[in-house]
């Protein structure tokens, strides 16, 4: 455990340790001097500490879960809200097709996405984009090929993924091909995969038309 995490666990116990001794303080076995209290509870003459659950939290580093039940016009107007304003877009997805072609270009763009600590939406959509396309020529020379590899052990291998975070990326990757406005987004891959049913909704069913096809 480093200086700082020492620092921080030995506050929070003191923390913990004051609210368990001020609440010892208002605790009595007996009749008269719990009236007492109750008394001088009711009257504000005593306050009641605080409960320490935050503090708890805090010490085992435990974050509430947030709630991720929005409607699908929630989604829609909330993604609306994360568009970036004049952001540089390439031009289209302009690259042959072919085995060795995309690899290049997935290297070439896994480096970036290495670099910038995978925050950029734009450029894992795009990864995503292209894992789709090499995701059949893989399977393509799979079938033509003394090519042995699974998917799973070329994406961490080559790519320096697991192959769930490749699906996620080829669900983003495949959404944004077809639905270019959401390549604009300032979202987090994680936090955009979080609403992937509500996505399926919208963006694969004919109830929401209209709304689908501002994306595009």
């Known amino acids: 455990m480093s200086a700082k995490e020492q620092r921080r666990v030995t506050n929070i116990c003191n923390l913990l340790k004051k609210y368990h001794s001020e609440v010892l303080k208002l605790l009595t076995t007996s009749e008269e001097n719990y009236e007492k209290v109750r008394k001088q509870i009711i009257s504000k003459e005593i306050n009641i500490p605080l409960c320490p659950k935050k503090n708890l939290h805090d010490y085992f580093q435990l974050q509430k879960k947030r709630n991720t039940k929005m409607s699908v016009e929630q989604l829609d107007e909330y993604l609306k809200k994360l568009i970036r304003k004049n952001e540089f877009q390439e031009d289209g997805?302009?690259?042959?097709?072919n085995f060795e072609k995309i690899y290049n270009?997935?290297?070439?763009?896994?480096?970036?996405i290495n670099e910038e600590k995978r925050k950029l939406f734009y450029t894992s959509a795009r990864?995503?984009?292209f894992l789709n396309l090499f995701y059949i020529e893989f399977f393509?020379?799979?079938?033509?090929?003394?090519?042995?590899?699974?998917?799973a052990d070329y994406v961490k291998k080559h790519f320096k993924i697991s192959d769930t975070?490749?699906?996620i990326l080829r669900f983003i990757g495949k959404l944004t091909g077809e639905y270019s406005k959401l390549q604009q987004l300032s979202i987090s891959v994680r936090e955009f995969y979080k609403y992937k049913?509500?996505?399926?909704?919208?963006?694969y069913s004919d109830k929401y038309v209209v709304l689908k096809n501002q994306w595009k």
């Open 165 to 167: 975070y490749s699906r």
């Open 105 to 112: 270009h997935l290297v070439e763009l896994n480096s970036v």
């Open 93 to 97: 997805h302009s690259v042959e097709i």
């Open 197 to 203: 049913q509500q996505l399926e909704i919208l963006f």
């Open 127 to 129: 990864f995503g984009y």
């Open 140 to 151: 393509i020379k799979k079938q033509t090929s003394d090519f042995n590899e699974t998917w």
